[in-house]
């Protein structure tokens, strides 16, 4: 009795109702105070418009457009006008979106706005004409869209007319993503059919509600169609991060601010300070703690073998340790947008003091339970066309990438021959080649074979002290030529893997010191020394054209 108020939107105060998942029961203000999700069990309800509109957008700030395009009747259909009339009606609602400017924190973006209670949100022609016309303005406008989507797919009284707004939305979107311009779609509970398939999945980012149900074919054509029961969660939004599809979930408490990171990561820079955009007063040096002069002032070179091991220890630092110690407000972004989240490829976007980057790198892990899930650092198809997605991600706005690599190679399994490794990191290796923004690498811990290769096609490639990188493992190198795998450390001898041998050769420009070795006590002053020479890195490409940093790339690997 009470769903149909509660997913609908919540109805008078004074009438009580029960949370269709817990049966706990309420009034309204219990809810309203909690944004619309149950105090008691964490139910999302799906909201109207207006309220959607005041929980992101800064307060008076929401500007309409587009409130009065004329309605048709396109297949001349039965009884729709009168069901039109009778949905405006009822919502006080023009059309299934309502569109318009707004600020967020005073930042100003595009928002459209699906509501569910009229016809389910349908893409009609009047839906597809307010949201692409919107999409023109914001990029005329040079403004970010944000769009919450929610819809039971193309609408059935417009037949082939509607499915063209599916066509018509999605190439407004490309001019506005030609243009150099932010979309983020948030998919609430449902979005599924045409919509799915058009606007809701062309997000620079895509976010999720909890729980939404998001889908191309509903679960009950599913399910009739193949004949089976699906499973639990199936078509959920965790379903589709575990999946790739999208890059995260958003709690609606944190909705607005986690919307203000992001526009504020993308906001438009003036180019000759596209690279180098700090802020004042950060630092310009760091000297290591005490306990680390004294660490490295007793530390033994450690001959090849030994860097070896040194660069497999379980205790050094990991990419996320360094992310966490060098960047502020770093945002994860997951999947490939085609099959998978691979773990063992952590990427997002954060800022290095004022100056919004992309980081992507390989995880392996601190403890056997992390490096389990994390495949020990070897990344699958899946993993390197999340870190190609985000670094094309940020070619588009210009913002340069630092790579994280810490990899014994590629994993090789039979699933990942299946999906195409090779091609995924050729694909990497040719891609990146002609990317125009700064590309750093650093290796900081083992670097094996095309499996680091694949995240190390930069403008220079760095290695910590004590790190490797090589053609394969030196037991794998000892096996092939010697046919004795117990040789492998007169192989790593003979290698030259080490940071030592390899700045010699001119295949990396930098090594990072490590103060007596990495681990708990000198990771924040490798961190630190790492992060002043990441700024200096950047330095040298403000305001310099794309292209000439792209030549610059394929000049460095054109001397090998």
Same mark, same amino acid.
């Given at each position: 009795? $009470?769903?149909?108020?509660?997913?609908?939107?919540i109805g008078k105060p004074e009438v009580g109702f029960e949370c269709p998942s817990c049966g706990k029961e309420f009034i309204k203000e219990d809810v309203v105070i909690n944004n619309y999700v149950c105090p008691t069990c964490g139910y999302y309800f799906r909201i109207r418009a207006k309220n959607r509109i005041r929980i992101v957008a800064d307060t008076k700030s929401f500007e309409y457009w587009f409130e009065d395009l004329p309605v048709s009747n396109p297949l001349d259909f039965p009884g729709y006008e009168d069901k039109l009339a009778e949905t405006k009606e009822k919502t006080k609602l023009h059309e299934a979106v309502t569109v318009g400017k707004c600020t967020i924190y005073g930042e100003p973006v595009c928002l459209f706005v699906c509501d569910a209670r009229f016809l389910m949100s349908s893409m009609g022609h009047v839906v597809g004409e307010k949201i692409a016309a919107a999409v023109e303005r914001a990029t005329q406008e040079r403004l970010p869209v944000i769009g919450f989507c929610c819809s039971g797919g193309a609408r059935m009284q417009e037949g082939i007319v509607s499915l063209m707004q599916m066509a018509k939305t999605s190439a407004a979107l490309k001019k506005h993503s030609d243009a150099g311009l932010l979309y983020v779609p948030v998919l609430t509970d449902p979005t599924t059919g045409g919509v799915t398939a058009s606007f809701a999945m062309l997000g620079d980012i895509i976010l999720g509600e909890p729980n939404a149900l998001i889908g191309f074919a509903g679960p009950r054509v599913i399910e009739q169609t193949i004949g089976q029961k699906l499973p639990k969660g199936f078509q959920r939004a965790e379903f589709l991060v575990e999946h790739g599809i999208i890059d995260g979930i958003v709690e609606r408490d944190d909705l607005k601010s986690t919307l203000y990171r992001i526009v504020k990561l993308h906001k438009e820079k003036d180019a000759s300070k596209r690279y180098a955009n700090f802020e004042e007063g950060s630092i310009t040096s760091y000297i290591p703690k005490e306990i680390v002069r004294e660490k490295a002032a007793h530390s033994e070179l450690k001959d090849a073998w030994g860097k070896v091991h040194a660069s497999r220890d379980m205790s050094r630092p990991s990419m996320l340790t360094y992310v966490d110690i060098m960047f502020d407000d770093f945002?994860?972004?997951?999947?490939? =947008? $085609?099959?998978?989240d691979d773990p063992a490829v952590v990427g997002g976007i954060a800022f290095l003091d004022g100056q919004p980057v992309t980081v992507v #790198?390989?995880?392996?892990?601190?403890? &056997?339970?992390?490096?389990?899930?994390?495949?020990? @650092?070897?990344?699958?198809?899946?993993?390197? =066309?999340?870190?190609? =997605?985000?670094?094309?991600?940020?070619?588009?706005?210009? =913002?340069?990438?630092?790579?994280?690599?810490?990899?014994?190679?590629a994993y090789p399994g039979m699933e990942a021959e299946e999906r195409g490794q090779g091609e995924a990191i050729a694909r990497n290796l040719y891609e990146m080649s002609g990317m125009k923004m700064p590309i750093l690498s650093v290796l900081i811990g083992e670097g094996g074979? #095309? &499996?680091?290769?694949?995240?190390?096609?930069?403008?220079?490639?760095?290695?910590l002290e004590n790190s490797t990188y090589s053609i394969l493992s030196p037991e794998g190198f000892a096996s092939i030529l010697w046919k004795d795998g117990k040789r492998a450390k007169e192989a790593s001898e003979v290698m030259k893997i080490t940071a030592q041998d390899?700045?010699?050769?001119? $295949?990396?420009?930098?090594?990072?010191?490590?103060? @007596? &070795?990495?681990?708990?006590?000198?990771?924040?002053?490798? $961190?630190?020394t790492m992060k002043v020479e990441v700024k200096k890195f950047l330095?040298?490409?403000?305001?310099?054209?794309?292209?000439?940093?792209?030549q610059e790339r394929y000049n460095r690997f054109r001397k090998f």
């Open positions: 009795m $009470a769903f149909e108020k509660i997913r609908g939107i945002i994860e972004l997951h999947g490939d =947008r $085609a099959f998978r #790198g390989i995880q392996k892990g601190n403890d &056997g339970k992390e490096c389990s899930y994390r495949n020990f @650092g070897m990344a699958s198809p899946e993993g390197y =066309r999340k870190a190609l =997605r985000l670094m094309k991600q940020a070619e588009k706005f210009n =913002r340069p990438v630092i790579c994280f690599i810490n990899t014994s190679g074979s #095309g &499996g680091a290769l694949a995240l190390a096609v930069a403008n220079e490639v760095w290695m390899l700045k010699q050769l001119g $295949a990396i420009e930098k090594i990072i010191p490590e103060f @007596g &070795g990495a681990d708990d006590t000198t990771v924040e002053a490798i $961190a630190m330095e040298q490409y403000a305001g310099m054209d794309g292209e000439q940093i792209a």
